[in-house]
């Protein structure tokens, strides 16, 4: 189905900028011809949130209707992340695009033929076959057996653990256990005790360290939006990124630009300058921080010198930006969720950047690294996490024992709740799993893909939820189920710090049902209707808001404005002295050892590096001399979405693009548009050259997700023992021309 209506220049203009700039205010008629087909309906607004890329609930969306067919799209007027970006406008040709799947498909041949044979079944066929394997496979090998994992999408998570823990399986894993976010929340656990991105700068905030990320292209406009205020208030910046991104261009003071995988040397580098100089934070440094002394001793080696030949950030520039953000105090910070983990020492290097604000003694005071005063109570982090009660965490944490990650990954498993996932291809081969419920699965998540799908036709039964069939995923799974999208579902409802919003949607598509009412429909027919709210999608998400007394009809009634649940305390700083930081009220940060941990305790109890030491990871060589950085967000694209999905933003990359530095582009003789053949020592890709000062020489950049030119392949199957993440942001490859 054609979209038409929109004027296609003005879209290109706000698709092609960044994220953050895209406060689009305009209405976005999108179908006139589709709209005048369904009249005389009277136009009515429909709300819900833009799931496009990924951190959902995130923007807001209000849009126009008629009947069941969307007719416009705009921002939610007040919503907090104040506008939407070019992917959710693109969401509107998701919805309608021919493509899209609507009903339940079965394979008909068997694993490994060239052609699935994929036929339409009825939801009660594919329920049948879910259940029927899932007993079975309980019967025969143990509950543990069957997986549970959702990939990128965060919405169907709560949903999916509530399913995984009543069937008895500890084993749920997400996309944040293979490569996102919980590779730094690792780290900020092994060292704060609690989860931080950093936080936003503040009226006090005099400094800012922005590491490794790039709102701009990644994030939703407020916090971009944030930043450039704080700007403009004086605030100084430091970036840290190895690439001339906006963020830097726009912000820094001083731009530090490492090589890939040095994040550790550079921090202790940093902080080597701090000690000797005296700038610490030293009564903070010997109340609350464990190992303080073994820290100096380390970083002691670390000088700017040496630093600075590992990095290859200038030997002054290393100074100079340790003596900035020591001395403008206020420091805050803001970190990546995933930029500084894709690397063999991922923990260590984000458990370095870490010690930079502590020991300056910026952790929890205003406009420096706050930690909430007041989280909303039992909501444990957001849609990434789900609420503790509802996902039943206590009966996940009394199976532990019986986690697939617990021998490979301790330090892990002694963090998160999510199994630690990336080694499933040898718990298959062991026999340990044998069935994979997906929700939003993507194998090319996976470095070396084809080893992942090669296990996965091993399994006895799996099935996998999504919106298209995809297929470097769906010809290895048995059944796949047609999800409903962003405009069609009720759940999850959003959460903003304490502000909550409810969605009124309109009905799905064909046959598609929306994700939380699939996993709530298996728990149902599995046995356990009153668990599972005999299937009811408001009232699973009632049982969550009544913590808050608050229900789903109470959002429908508050509608744009939402409703607010009042803070139960009053917001205050330094709570580690306070004992408001601690479940056991006592004062000091919930690790251990009661304080920010240099030494970890649990990193020396499993035998791992304790201190945020420097490790050299994938190290160049004269076959292949270049860094390459995988994944460096682009504003149009996220992972292995928007490719057939949106044409309107395919238009806009139809293709895998390497970005080269023109010196390197001129050494080998490519031009820009010249096809080129990137090769590591674990694989090869086609794409198209772009020529950019946006990498340093000696690096280049290319996205994800292209399935026909998947980097993935080019990444081994090595992890970082703590966190179990592999080296997306560090491969050494070769590029020439085609
Ligand atoms: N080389 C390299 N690899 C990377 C990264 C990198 O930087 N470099 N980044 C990593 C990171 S941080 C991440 S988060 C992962 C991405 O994680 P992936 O899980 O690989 O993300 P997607 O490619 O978005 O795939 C999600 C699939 O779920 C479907 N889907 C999307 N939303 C929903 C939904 O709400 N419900 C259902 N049922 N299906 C849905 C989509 O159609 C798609 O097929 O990739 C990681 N891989
Ligand atoms: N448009 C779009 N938006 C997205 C996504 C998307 O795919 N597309 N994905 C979403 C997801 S799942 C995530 S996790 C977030 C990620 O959000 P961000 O972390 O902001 O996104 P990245 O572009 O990966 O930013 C990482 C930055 O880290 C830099 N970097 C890489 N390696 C290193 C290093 O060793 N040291 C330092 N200092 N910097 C390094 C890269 O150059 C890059 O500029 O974005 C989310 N938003
Ligand atoms: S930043 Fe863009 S893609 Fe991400 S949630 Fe907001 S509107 Fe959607
Ligand atoms: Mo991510």
Redesign the pocket.
Known sequence: MELKGISRRAFMKVAGAGAAALAMSDRLLVSQALAQKVAPDKEEAGYTFC?AC?G?PFCGIKFSRKGNVITGIEPWPGFPTASICSKAYGTLQRIYHPNRLKYPMKRTKPKGSSDPGFVRISWDEAYGMIVGNMKRIREKYGPHSVFFYV???K??RASVQRLAATFGSVNYGD??S????KGAYTAEVLTYGFGTTGSPATKETRSMLVWGTNPPYSGPANAWQGLLAAKERGVKFIVVDPRNTPTAATLADIHLQPRLGTTAALAAGMMHVIFEEGLQDEAFCSKWINGIDELKAYVKTFTPAKAAEISGVPEKRIVDAARLYATTKPGGMTLS??GTT?DLNAANNHRAILMVPAICGYLDIPGGVEAPSNPLEGFGGGWFNGPPAFCMRKKMDEMKPQRMDIKDFPAWADCNFDVQVNRIIEHIQEGKIKAFLA????M??W?QTHEYQKAFEKLEFST?????Y?PQ?HPYVDLV?P?A??FERLAPFAVFGRKLYGRAPVKPLGECKE?WQIALEIGVRLGHPDVFFNGSVEGACNDILKMWEASYEALRVAGEKGIVIPPRNPDTYQKYETGRMRQDKKPGFPTPSGKVEAVSTILKMHGFTALPEYKEGLKTSKEYPLQLL????IPYI????WRE?SPWLLELENSATLTIHPDDAAKRGIKKGDYVVLSSQWGELRAKAKLSIMVMPGMVGIM??WAKAN??EL?PRMFDPISGYPP??EVPVQVKKA
């Open positions: 799931d990924n959902v990939g990128d999408p919405e169907p996309e944040s293979v490569a996102c976010r969720a995933q894709h929700w939003g699965f993507n090319m998540i470095p996998a939820v999504d919106f298209f995809r995923t189920l999800g999208v962003n994700d995988s994944g460096g967000r996220t992972h292995s979405k999905d994800h997700g980097v993935n990444v997306y942001k």
